[in-house]
């Protein structure tokens, strides 16, 4: 079963992850890969997409947002980004499916003393029950969720009118020794046109290519727009 998120959750005093995971008959795959990867991805990965994190975070207009959705969380590296510039008042609800990734994300808040303002909930996306937010942020998510544009069309369910959603991603039609890797290393699927499904939905709808690196396998690409009220 998900875990279900309420809006008067209870905040912990130390960042929760909500002890009831996923079915363990369903967990498992890719899941697997991610926990056993969570403790060296933050080495592997973490200069490599701090341009890009930062560029996000910006595209989301977070003055004046009061909850933003940060899925998948994985090991919490766009949260610095985004708490840096919501207001105090503003909290993050970072989800994801691995429990590894989820411990670092943990290790993370903890470390950083941002016990307050995250709360971490172990979801499959597929089965998500968050709602109300006003921001959605989804980095590197669509490429790797096993059907992106139901995952997709949750997410932007559970978005209030009015908020604004960033997904950020890579894409290669015809990935190349490097987005091979990328595919398998992420477990994801570099040649989905992982931005369509917010292109027929927002308002205000843009799509800009980052700066690019080879390591990325792909053009990495950022889209934002608006939930018409
Ligand atoms: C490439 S990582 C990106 C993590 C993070 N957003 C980042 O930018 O570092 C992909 C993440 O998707 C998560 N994930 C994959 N399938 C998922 C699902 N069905 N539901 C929720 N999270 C999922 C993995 O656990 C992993 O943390």
Redesign the pocket.
């Known amino acids: 079963m998900p875990t279900h998120y309420h809006p008067r959750h209870r905040r912990a005093s130390r960042p929760a992850i909500a002890l009831a995971g996923?079915d363990p008959l369903t967990y498992g795959g890719?899941?697997g890969w991610?926990?056993w990867f969570?403790p060296m991805?933050d080495g592997s990965?973490?200069a490599l997409?701090a341009d890009a994190?930062a560029r996000a975070a910006d595209a989301l207009e977070l003055a004046g947002a009061t909850r933003v959705l940060?899925?998948?969380?994985?090991?919490?590296?766009?949260l610095g980004p985004i708490l840096a510039r919501a207001s105090e008042g503003a909290t993050v609800v970072g989800?994801?499916?691995?429990r590894?990734?989820?411990a670092q994300a943990a290790r993370r808040v903890r470390a950083q003393g941002w016990e307050s303002r995250v709360e971490l909930v172990q979801?499959?996306?597929?089965?998500?029950e968050v709602g109300g937010y006003d921001r959605l942020?989804?980095?590197?998510?669509l490429?790797?969720?096993?059907r992106y544009e139901e995952?997709f069309a949750r997410l932007w369910d559970g978005l209030t009118p009015g908020g604004r959603a960033v997904v950020?991603d890579v894409y290669a039609a015809r990935p190349g020794f490097q987005g091979k890797m990328v595919n398998l290393v992420?477990?994801?699927d570099i040649t989905r046109r992982a931005w369509e499904p917010l292109e027929r939905v927002a308002r205000g709808y843009e799509r800009v290519a980052l700066p690019p690196n080879a390591k990325y396998g792909g053009e990495l690409w950022l889209a934002s727009g608006d939930k018409p009220t």
Do not use: W
Not at 95 to 98: G, K, V
Not at 123 to 128: F, I, K, M, R, Y
Not at 137 to 141: K, Q
């Open positions: 996923p890719a899941m991610y926990d969570a991805y990965l973490e997409y994190r940060d899925l998948p969380v994985g090991t919490g590296q766009s989800a994801d499916l691995s590894g990734m989820l979801s499959d996306v597929h089965a998500l942020h989804v980095f590197l998510g490429t790797a969720f096993p995952a950020v992420a477990r994801a």
